[in-house]
């Protein structure tokens, strides 16, 4: 809990906090970017917490994940979650990263024409599967 990488104490005591606040929770859902990792070591921290807590990872950071993370851990895949609000422009970025690194070598103008050129391939694409 307290090693290299993620700090998963911080959750920990906000988990804690909740729990003191409101005594008369039964369950926690919560999203983590790293719930895979999280989630067993919370476990093992606190075994009692194992009915109590779920965690689950937004769709966004399941892109860097394992295809068993995105079986196990995925919140269109688990009763009591669906899509979580805010993760919209995550997927935007997801979508244009490929324009950053040829980006950062282009002129303010280029830069420009490359992300609108990308915003109506995306649109016409969109628009092309609801027909």
Not at 39 to 55: D, F, G, M, N, V
Not at 66 to 79: D, K, P
């Given at each position: 809990?307290?090693?290299?990488?993620?700090?998963?104490s911080?959750?920990?005591?906000?988990i804690?906090?909740?729990?003191?606040?409101?005594?008369?929770?039964?369950?926690?859902?919560?999203c983590?970017?790293?719930a895979?990792?999280?989630e067993?070591?919370?476990?093992?921290?606190?075994p009692?917490?194992k009915e109590?807590?779920?965690?689950?990872?937004?769709?966004?950071?399941?892109?860097?994940?394992?295809h068993s993370?995105?079986?196990?851990?995925?919140?269109l895949?688990t009763?009591?979650?669906?899509?979580?609000?805010?993760?919209?422009?995550?997927?935007l970025?997801?979508?244009?990263?490929?324009?950053?690194?040829?980006?950062?070598?282009?002129?303010?103008?280029?830069?420009?024409?490359?992300i609108?050129?990308c915003?109506m391939?995306?649109?016409?694409?969109?628009?092309?599967n609801?027909?």
């Amino acid at each position: 809990l307290y090693g290299g990488g993620e700090r998963h104490s911080h959750a920990i005591r906000m988990i804690e906090a909740i729990l003191e606040d409101v005594p008369e929770i039964q369950s926690i859902n919560m999203c983590y970017d790293v719930a895979c990792v999280f989630e067993s070591a919370l476990h093992r921290y606190k075994p009692e917490w194992k009915e109590t807590i779920r965690a689950r990872i937004g769709r966004f950071h399941l892109y860097g994940h394992e295809h068993s993370c995105h079986v196990l851990y995925n919140l269109l895949r688990t009763q009591g979650y669906g899509l979580m609000i805010g993760e919209e422009p995550e997927h935007l970025w997801f979508i244009i990263l490929h324009l950053i690194k040829s980006g950062r070598v282009s002129s303010g103008p280029r830069r420009t024409q490359k992300i609108d050129s990308c915003g109506m391939y995306q649109y016409c694409r969109i628009m092309d599967n609801t027909r």
